[in-house]
């Protein structure tokens, strides 16, 4: 299903689909998976960026004056963890486009700004800076949801293609109630809404499978007060009542979380069958664990995306084995993934956080490809019209890259989610279910189908 200008996408987000199997709807098998993949993309798909830029570059070298590109990433805030990771994405990612040829023989230099604790005013100076200082033809960087959109104009008069990784729902209104001004911005992976119904529909295959039986119907949830985390505790709310589930629990908790103390003494009082989280602030959520783990209930811990950061479990270490996450947006654990999570590794060490690393990585050469097909970029202001044929190759682009298939929805300039959207793994981007099983390696990914490498297992917490 495509969102359309005026539909409300959160109308639609209770497919039919079995989380770890895929859909109930038949998908193509992975032969038919594979081939396309290869073909779809207007015949410019290869197995790789890499291999579509070759092509399109015809052996030009990287040379001459360099495109500037900007990107703003919160190194010194609450996000450090994950700024670090988004460079390494995009360093090497322009690393080696520049070792194609960059986009049609200009290399491609990165200027960043620091967009620290994420508020409306920190992420707007940014986006100046980027665009008056260094006259960026494009800024592409991962998350800044806190700003709720507030560098959006700023951006927009200027004329630039954005690609972020907010996963926001109100960008899907904001495109979609004035696409004229806002053709230059595009989200690349869906919708927080999306991680609610997916972690309540996960619950369901856990039991129908005999995975796991709930001891009661009590749910524990705890949103964080930001957007984001409101939005995705919207789509819990919504969706659990319908599987039976109580809101036993339904608090807000204001960030930074110092003490988990207060909210732990409720879930130890009611005993619910899970715990969930959502507003994904990595330092909170450590606190999180490690208090849970010192006193735990018979329940699931879930706690939203920070678990997948290697700083994250090198600091909870083995009280994180058992809990889970999901993730719109990360890296794949196939062989395209893999291949990328050894280079950025071998590269910037450990802390580079493929999981991360491959958003960034994969905007850069979205935004190459559909650039080099342009036959070039353009300047803030004066290069506007060059700038709409690039963002018209965007929005027409189907591309695998490492976290799966980025193809925009149509009227809204967000991925597509895979498959809450669509039931063609080859055209959306997986939801991710990823679990901690041995916290010296990385989580696993258990779902969904066909992209799980490992199966669930029993948290070492829960009597048998």
């Known amino acids: 299903m495509s969102v359309q200008q005026g539909h409300d996408p959160r109308q639609a987000v209770e ?21 396309t993949a ?36 919160p190194f010194t805030g609450w996000g450090a963890a994950d700024a670090k990771a988004f460079k390494a994405g995009i360093d090497l990612a322009v690393e080696e486009i520049n ?11 990165v200027f960043y700004e620091d967009t620290k604790d994420i508020t409306a005013e920190t ?14 033809h494009a800024i592409i960087n991962g998350y800044n949801s806190p700003s709720l959109r507030a560098e959006y104009d700023t951006i927009a008069d ?29 989200q690349d992976d869906p919708s927080e809404y999306y991680y609610g119904p997916g972690l309540i529909h996960f619950l369901d295959w856990l039991e129908k499978t005999g995975k796991w039986t709930r001891p ?38 204001i960030q930074p979380v110092q003490d988990w103390g ?45 678990l997948q950061l290697r700083s994250f479990l090198d600091i909870t270490k083995k009280t994180s084995e058992g809990v889970f996450c999901s993730t719109t947006i990360g890296t794949l654990q196939d062989a395209i993934g893999k291949a990328f999570a050894t280079k950025i590794v071998e590269k910037y060490g450990r802390d580079a956080t493929p999981a991360v690393g491959g958003q960034t990585y994969d905007s ?48 809204v300039q967000a991925a597509t989610p895979y498959p809450a959207e669509t039931p063609d793994s080859s055209l959306g981007m997986p939801t991710h279910i990823m679990q901690s099983q041995k916290w010296e390696d990385d989580v696993v990914l258990i779902a969904p189908s066909p992209y799980q490498t490992a199966d669930w297992m029993t948290p070492p917490w829960l009597k048998a």
């Open 15 to 35: 497919p039919k689909w079995d989380p770890v199997n895929g859909p109930v709807k038949p998908v193509q098998t992975r032969r038919g998976f594979m081939s």
């Open 38 to 73: 290869g073909a779809v993309a207007v015949g410019l798909m290869g197995a790789t960026g890499a291999t579509t830029l070759a092509a399109l570059n015809n052996g030009a070298k990287a040379q001459g004056k360099p495109i500037p590109l900007g990107s703003m990433l």
């Open 99 to 109: 070792a194609l040829g960059g986009i049609l023989g200009r290399p491609i230099e």
């Open 123 to 136: 992420v707007t100076t940014a986006a100046r800076r980027l665009i008056d200082r260094h006259a960026v």
């Open 158 to 186: 200027a004329g630039v293609p954005y690609i972020h990784d907010n996963t926001d729902f109100g960008h899907q209104k904001v495109i979609a109630d004035n696409p004229d001004k806002y053709w230059s911005i595009f």
């Open 216 to 253: 009661n119907n009590s749910f524990a949830l705890f949103s964080g007060s930001i957007n984001y985390a409101t939005v995705i505790a919207n789509g819990i709310r919504e969706t659990a009542p319908k599987f039976g589930w109580e809101l036993a629990i339904d608090d807000t908790v």
């Open 262 to 306: 207060p909210s732990l003494v409720k879930v130890r009082d009611i005993k619910p069958a899970i715990v969930a989280t959502t507003h994904g602030i990595p330092e909170d959520q450590t606190g999180l664990v490690l208090q849970f783990a010192e006193n735990p209930t018979q329940s699931l811990l879930y706690v939203q995306y920070a």
């Open 364 to 411: 850069i050469y979205t935004w190459a490809i559909a650039a080099a097909r342009a036959n070039g970029t353009g300047e803030p202001y004066d290069g506007v019209e060059q700038n709409k044929k690039v963002c018209a190759f965007l929005n027409n682009q189907i591309y695998r890259g490492v976290v799966g298939t980025i193809r925009f929805l149509p009227g």
